[in-house]
């Protein structure tokens, strides 16, 4: 993978480097064909793209922060005892620690995502979660060992991190459709405001980058979208399970992140009017991946610290 410039981020986040898209390698036209250099570039870079990850490394923290403030004092009190007591969810080494650690635990690699056809209505875990696991049942799996009081103290801070981040990922919709082979969006090039990008790296990173312009620290800016939870909104938002959020992120994949995205190898530009589109469906999915990760933590610890 090609090391790309790094990016700017508040000082006091660091963000380690990782590729995060490539630029067209040239500029002018292809002499003969008169092709714009926005679609030969995406023709000669379609298959260097990077794979992307989960939500990107801000949405994961934004994530992480908003279950914070929907903690219960058990939970608040379980989570101490296995961090520390100055340690947060919301900090990288958690939010983003099943990202950093699956070059060495290649046994993880199918835990991130799930793949639901993109022409099928629900998640169906006979078709679309392989043996290796999916997002959906680790959800489950890593929320039973963190409750799990006999488990040793490593083993439940592992599945804390696991929980933490996955619930995330089952919220990112190309993390929940397969499109063509496509990779939940890895192998679909598109020129983003005149930049060659794969569309889920878009939804990674770029798409909420460009919605945190005022907030740029995630922290922020996931105080931000917390304030506007409302009560009606919390009731509503934390009902279902992993099986039935995959489900939701997997029809806001069809009917928006691949809306206008036709299948053909050379796609039409997105710009402004995609990021408008598509930024409040994130926002909401980012709120609500945040109050259902609350109230999964909230019950996996519940009675472990009463008095």
Request: with cysteine; glycine share 8%; net charge positive.
């Amino acid at each position: 993978m090609r090391n790309l410039p790094a990016m700017k981020h508040p000082p006091h986040y660091s963000v380690p480097a990782r590729s995060r898209g490539l630029k067209p390698a040239y500029k002018g036209r292809m002499e003969g064909r008169l092709i714009p250099a926005c679609l030969a570039g995406a023709l000669f870079l379609a298959l260097a793209l990077p794979t992307a990850y989960g939500w990107g490394r801000e949405g994961h923290v934004i994530v992480a922060r908003i279950a914070e403030d929907h903690l219960t004092s058990q939970a608040k009190a379980g989570i101490a005892a296995l961090l520390g007591a100055q340690s947060s969810i919301a900090g990288d080494a958690v939010a983003n620690w099943a990202d950093d650690i699956r070059p060495h635990r290649r046994e993880s690699k199918t835990w991130h995502y799930v793949n639901i056809p993109f022409g099928a209505d629900h998640y169906d875990a006979k078709r679309d979660c392989p043996p290796a696991g999916c997002v959906v049942d680790r959800i489950g799996h890593f929320a039973r060992v963190l409750a799990d009081k006999k488990a040793g103290q490593e083993t439940r801070v592992e599945a804390l991190k696991f929980l933490v981040h996955f619930v995330g990922d089952v919220h990112q919709p190309l993390h929940c459709i397969e499109r063509d082979n496509d990779r939940g969006g890895n192998e679909c090039t598109v020129i983003f405001f005149h930049e060659v990008r794969n569309l889920h790296w878009i939804w990674d990173d770029e798409l909420i980058r460009r919605r945190m312009h005022l907030y740029p620290d995630p922290i922020a800016f996931a105080d931000r979208l917390d304030k506007r939870i409302t009560a009606t909104q919390t009731a509503e938002f934390t009902k279902g399970d992993a099986a039935s959020w995959a489900g939701e992120s997997h029809r806001a994949a069809r009917e928006v992140a691949y809306a206008g995205v036709p299948t053909t190898r050379i796609k039409p530009p997105l710009a402004e009017d995609y990021v408008r589109h598509c930024g409040p469906v994130a926002e909401n999915l980012l709120m609500k991946a945040g109050l259902r990760l609350a109230r999964m933590l909230n019950t996996a610890f519940e009675g472990e610290h009463s008095r």
